[in-house]
């Protein structure tokens, strides 16, 4: 996993037992990978859409997953990105984590007018029904 709340990160993931190595940016980021079966280093194609207000990176099975307002997933295979449902709530400084087959992302806030609120629910994506839901609340002090 990796939390670009940092303009300005270097990551690395190991994704189907190849390494990606990536730099943000302004809240751009690029990344490669080596692919240890032929020892060579390749290019990722780039996301689309420019992140926002920080995102999470997943790697799982033979695909990053790139959580943010606009969810993305790159097949590393076919070096493509494909949309994603966007998260139910649009938020912003969450935390997220990836639990068996799941995807799930909590707390963060959300701009009210002049104000931030705090959101309190738990949603989970299903990677294979590329369906969100809610799944529980959390409490705030």
Known sequence: MWDNSDTNSDFSLEVDGETIVGRGTGGI?????????????YKLNEIHERPLNGFELFSYDRSLFFIEEK???LDIRTNKWNSMLSMLSQR?????AV????IYVF????NVGSRVEHIKSV???NMHNNEWTTVDTIEIE
């Open 29 to 41: 980021t690029s990344c490669i990978r080596f692919d240890p079966r032929e020892g060579q280093w």
């Open 71 to 73: 969810c993305a997933r």
């Open 92 to 96: 912003f400084y969450y935390s997220a």
């Open 99 to 102: 639990i068996a087959d799941d």
């Open 107 to 110: 707390g963060g806030g959300l």
């Open 123 to 125: 949603e989970r994506y």
